[in-house]
């Protein structure tokens, strides 16, 4: 199929009588209600329940092998190939499902810098996946919106789901990316998260072209007009510590770094809210409202009142709202050149310091390195132990090039503006999970403050000896001996051979890297 086939299949879509156009937000609640798609809580967000898959699907999503391609993407585990004309097929059986529903398209843009901005438009079956992506995505003006033309065009079909042996697939659910025509196919699987990441893997794919590093990371700005970035994993902390009633959002979750300063690639916030409570996180909570779009929370069946604790359908429970719902936020989202960076790690073996300053080199082997830990049983298949995982760059599942193209790129922008890292744990303090405490948030807030108002560069500093980590020796409001991880544990031999395990795992992971001598030799080193 050519791409002016495709172009025009999609423009049949979008122009049929069934199909409704960038409604505002009230007549998609309205209509997401109405069709029994959803349910509305009492604070007045609509709720959707996404089935089987709360979560992405990973191993099912698959890129289009082509000469755009080929020679550029990191194919592998995360970047499985596809045959164009196994897409061509799924394509016109999509095409032709969507075609005999009702349809609910927006125009968007990926992108709050109008240099760098994606314009993308959304086919959706359900109209609270027209919400969600509303909510997600920078919302045009109506100016903008005259002259919008997609530059990548996302299908999104739940209900159409695919059969492997005959389309190519893994299973029922798939994620297909042709970069070539610009489109993408979502089906087999109702959770809203897939089409947000589907985006930003398209962001990693065409931003370093433009000399613009994606980032999956939070960012916000002081006072003082100087921006701070939190990259990390899902769990971390990234929405929750951006979110600081005392300086503003830029964003929660994905970000560009130009020549000229940082920018939101969305126009929302996707939170997650297990154990939500208006005490711990009060912007997210109040942030949750009409307008916003809650997945899997359990409703009172009476009240219809949020139960954040109740996690009986996902932990992955989350929440979807513009970024104008932080009462801060900075819009449009834009900032300029950061001089605070923050690696967040739940570690949830309990050896890493509360916070370390990097240098250079190690910087460049924790943002390698990616690391953070699953915890036992919040997952089907683990064991009794944290699970240490690496995602090179933060995000390797969203990285289409390999991880260096992203390192190198950091590495430079770091040094042109002599910005700081920090390695800051989230996790567990005193032990592992299961013995030890979770790092309060008063305390990693903190020392997240006192690193971004410069109060941790008037300190003394010392060098841990498990990881080689640079940490404070004291900090305003953090009581002294937490600062080295090994004080807090009862049993110090414990801790040292936990901390040998954990150092092993990193050397291994690290093996995979074609890294230069000096970045290598940054990491921990097994006793």
């Known amino acids: 199929m050519s791409i002016s086939a495709a172009q025009q299949a999609l423009l049949d879509l979008v122009q049929s009588p069934q199909t409704h156009r960038n409604l505002p937000a009230g007549q998609l609640v309205a209509i997401s209600l109405n069709r029994g798609e959803s349910r509305l809580a009492s604070n007045g967000a609509l709720v959707a329940y996404t089935g089987l898959r709360t979560g992405r699907s990973p191993r099912d999503k698959f890129t289009v092998d082509d000469p755009t391609t080929h020679s550029i993407v990191d194919w592998g585990r995360v970047n499985q190939p596809f045959a164009k004309e196994k897409f061509d097929q799924l394509f016109e059986r999509v095409t032709a499902h969507m075609k005999e529903r009702e349809l609910f398209v927006e125009d968007l843009f990926c992108g709050a810098d109008p240099a760098y901005r994606l314009p993308v438009r959304i086919i959706a079956e359900y109209a609270w996946h027209a919400l969600f992506v509303k909510d997600l995505f920078v919302r045009p003006t109506a100016v903008e919106r005259a002259s919008h033309q997609p530059d990548f065009t996302v299908v999104v079909a739940p209900e159409f789901e695919a059969v492997p042996e005959r389309d190519g697939t893994r299973s029922q659910t798939y994620i297909l990316a042709d970069y070539t025509r610009r489109i993408i196919l979502i089906g087999g699987t109702k959770y809203a998260g897939e089409i947000k990441k589907c985006i930003f893997g398209v962001m990693n794919f065409l931003m370093p072209q433009s000399d613009v590093l994606p980032m999956h990371c939070s960012a916000n700005v002081g006072n003082d007009g100087v921006t701070a970035l939190f990259f990390g994993l899902s769990g971390t902390g990234k929405t929750t510590l951006s979110a600081d009633p005392n300086r503003r959002l830029i964003g929660d979750d994905e970000h560009g770094w130009s020549k000229t300063g940082i920018f939101n690639f969305e126009g929302g916030c996707y939170a997650k809210c297990v154990d939500l409570s208006e005490e711990k996180e009060p912007q997210i909570y109040r942030a949750i409202r009409f307008g916003s779009v809650l997945e899997n929370v ?57 916070i370390s300053r990097l240098t250079p080199d190690q910087a460049m082997y924790h943002f390698l390195s990616g690391y953070t830990a699953k915890l036992a049983g919040t997952e089907a298949g683990l064991g009794s132990e944290p699970v240490p995982e690496f995602s090179a760059c933060f995000g390797s599942p969203f990285l289409p090039l390999a991880p260096r193209v992203y390192a190198e790129m950091l590495g430079k922008r770091l040094k042109e503006h002599n910005a700081t890292c920090w390695l800051v744990n989230t996790g567990w303090s005193g032990g592992a999970f299961g013995t030890g405490k979770r790092m309060s948030l008063k305390i990693t807030r903190a020392l997240v403050n006192a690193a971004l108002n410069g109060t941790l560069h008037n300190v003394e500093f010392t060098t841990e000896h498990s990881f080689g980590l640079s940490i404070p020796t004291t900090c305003p409001e953090v009581p002294p001996e937490i600062l080295n991880p090994r004080n807090v544990w009862a049993d110090k031999a414990a801790y040292d051979k936990q901390a040998a395990d954990l150092s092993a795992r990193f050397e291994a992971n690290f093996k995979q890297f074609d890294a230069p001598e000096n970045i290598r030799n940054a990491g921990p080193k097994t006793k």
Do not use: M, Q, W
């Open 298 to 354: 359990v409703l009172h069946p009476s009240t219809c009142e949020p139960d954040y604790f109740d996690i009986k359908h996902t932990e992955n429970t989350r929440a979807a709202y513009p970024v104008e719902y932080i009462d801060n936020a900075l819009i449009p989202g834009i900032g300029g050149h950061p001089k605070n960076v923050l690696f967040l790690a739940a570690d949830a073996f309990g050896v890493l310091p509360p």
